[in-house]
């Protein structure tokens, strides 16, 4: 362990990256541009060509990122393969593939024991390998080392090391993350956490704390729950002030004066590849355990789509029109502004919603793909317009020119996105999230 501590303090160390996706292609560029040889492996053959290209595989507003993955691929720092076998080579893996949730809550390990099966008909002898990706309390103890281990023919912690290091990043946002926030080196030995700051000091400016693999485990799943939790009183304070007539920012504001408040804003849903699934992750197998707080917050997230939808719905109604058969312009798909990612969308979750109320739905999202198209097409001549998302294309819409495409002047804005009272002078029908009708005193 000494001896690989000093290889990569003179980065004579080779490192391999399993799975290239938003952590796993920002990891592996930067432990390249810091000077390491890397080797990066993904299933996917089209993003492996991308990457060999000098291609950032994202899309959205990802500051850095390109330049950095066309400068180390360029210089060969960096190279991406969909085989296995240059892993040998490695003297550090690390583990970045999706974990997610089943429909039935449970944890589904799949791509990750693939991962580690596949990693062990070539994994070198004293290599270490680090878990980055989210997983649930002892899936190290009881996943990730019997599958290293095989048959018995190589040992923990005399073969192969092994450590957890959960990553923080998330998109727009993914090298300014990895470089700033601190991080929690999990090892299954205190030499390994050791190495694995040696490792991690290379490219992150922010704290690094030593613990071990279990202790890792939980820190992850458990910041995410934190901030499902407070999402969800966010939501729930804005059904309540809609159902009161106040104006939930205004309120949110004056809670925020006093000390030790920090309300988050309320919104349309609660996507993404992390907070949707994590707190499922952290009750994972809790022997006699059952969690009543936790669920309730997911509870609350997971309908904020569905009350987006009867915000429509009463949009509508207020002028005699039918959600059946209405057309609905959604604008947004990605569940963070800015971005292309898709995972968990809460505008998924709407458009499900209205169709099966006998809605037709047309979509526009800037970063997407599928509905890069020209947004004032797709609102011409919908009866509602909903903006699920705050991606900067829809801040300062022309209110004017909306009401004039529409078929029926209705308006829902879920991420806050208009001024009511502007809204309101355009001659639309609004509906906000977290903004009743005002009542006197």
């Known amino acids: 362990m000494q001896d690989l501590i000093k290889r990569i303090e003179s980065k004579q160390a080779t490192i391999g990256v399993i799975g290239l996706g938003y952590v796993g292609i920002s990891v592996a560029s930067a432990l390249a541009g810091a000077g390491f040889r890397v080797i990066g492996v993904d299933i996917k053959a089209d993003r492996v060509t991308k990457i060999n290209a000098g291609e950032c595989p994202i899309e959205g507003i990802e500051p850095g990122l390109p330049e950095l993955i066309a400068g180390v691929t360029k210089s060969k720092k960096l190279v991406a393969t969909t085989d296995y076998a240059p892993l040998g080579e490695a003297d550090v893996v690390l583990i970045d593939v999706d974990t997610p949730v089943a429909s039935d809550h449970r944890a589904r390990f799949t791509a990750l024991r693939a991962a580690c099966r596949d ?32 048959a018995g023919d190589r040992k923990l912690n005399k073969d192969f090391y092994l450590g957890h290091c959960p990553e923080r990043v998330m998109p727009g946002k993914l090298l300014k993350n990895l470089r700033e926030l601190s991080r929690v080196c999990g090892g299954a030995s205190h030499e390994t956490s050791d190495a694995m700051v040696a490792l991690y000091r290379t490219i992150v400016e922010g704290r690094l704390d030593k613990s071990d693999c279990v202790t890792a485990e939980l820190v992850k799943t458990a910041e995410n729950t934190y901030r499902d939790v407070n999402i969800a009183f966010a939501n729930e304070l804005g059904l309540i002030c809609e159902a009161v007539g106040a104006d939930f920012r205004r309120v949110r504001e004056l809670v925020n004066e006093s000390p030790g408040r920090d309300v988050l804003l309320a919104g349309a849903g609660v996507g993404g590849h992390c907070i949707p699934k994590d707190p499922w992750l952290l009750v994972h197998g809790v022997p006699g355990f059952e969690p009543r707080l936790i669920m309730a917050a997911r509870a609350v997230n997971d309908e904020m789509p569905l009350h987006m939808a009867r915000l429509v719905e009463d949009g509508l109604d207020s002028l005699g029109v039918p959600v059946h058969g209405a057309k609905i312009a959604v604008l947004g798909y990605a569940y963070l502004e800015n971005s292309d990612d898709t995972r968990n969308s809460p505008s998924e979750a709407l458009i499900e919603h209205l169709k099966d109320w006998g809605a037709k739905v047309d979509v526009h999202d800037p970063w997407v793909p599928e509905y890069a198209t020209d947004m004032w097409k797709v609102v011409e001549g919908a009866d509602a317009c909903v903006v699920m998302v705050r991606h900067e294309a829809y801040l300062g819409l022309d209110l004017p020119k909306l009401k004039g495409l529409l078929r029926h002047p209705v308006l829902v804005d879920g991420r806050h996105v208009v001024p009511t009272e502007a809204a309101l002078s355009a001659g639309l029908t609004f509906r906000g999230l977290g903004r009743g009708t005002k009542r006197s005193l």
């Open 119 to 150: 990693l062990r008909n070539v994994l070198k002898k004293g290599a270490l390998v680090i878990v980055e990706s989210t997983i649930a309390p002892g899936t190290c103890a009881d996943v990730v080392a019997p599958i290293l281990e095989g």
